[in-house]
C-alpha cells in the first residue's frame, strides 16, 4: 500500500524521517498518511511552530515497516481524512547522531503559552 511520510533532507547524507517520540513510554512513532493533501496539511503545521520544511515523500508501507522494525520504533497509519496536529513542542536539535540522539524537547509550558499556540494552529484552518 502506498504511503505517504514526511522526509528532511530527502537524498543527502543528512536524510531524516520525521517521528514523534512520545512522552509516556519514551517511544518513536513513524507516522504513514493515506492521504497526500493530509501529510501536506501536517507538513504546513510543523513549519507554521518554526520546525524545518518537511518533503512529502511517497513511499510503500511495508518499507515503513521494515525501517520501523530495524530501528526500533513504531508506525502508524494516518487514515485519509484525518486532521493530525503536531504535537506542541518540537526537538531543537535535529542533526541525527546515532551515538547520541537529540535531547528530548521541554514539557513545561504555561497556560498562556499553550493557548496562544493553539490560537495559531487554529487560524491556520
Request: charged share 35%; hydrophobic share 35%; with cysteine.
Amino acid at each position: 500500500m502506498r504511503v505517504y511520510v514526511l522526509l528532511f533532507n530527502p537524498g543527502t547524507e543528512n536524510e531524516g524521517i520525521y517521528t514523534l517520540k512520545m512522552q509516556e513510554d519514551d517511544r518513536n512513532v513513524v507516522l504513514m498518511f493515506e492521504s497526500e493533501e493530509d501529510a501536506t496539511r501536517y507538513g504546513l503545521l510543523l513549519e507554521a511552530q518554526d520546525f524545518l520544511s518537511p518533503s512529502v515523500e511517497p513511499i510503500e508501507s511495508e518499507e515503513v515497516e521494515e525501517f520501523c522494525e530495524e530501528a526500533e520504533y513504531e508506525c502508524v497509519l494516518v487514515p485519509e481524512g484525518t486532521l493530525a496536529i503536531p504535537p506542541e513542542t518540537n526537538l531543537d536539535d535535529v542533526e541525527w547522531d546515532p551515538e547520541k540522539g537529540p535531547e528530548p524537547p521541554p514539557d513545561d509550558f504555561s497556560t498562556s503559552e499553550l493557548d496562544a499556540i493553539r490560537r495559531r494552529l487554529e487560524g491556520l484552518l
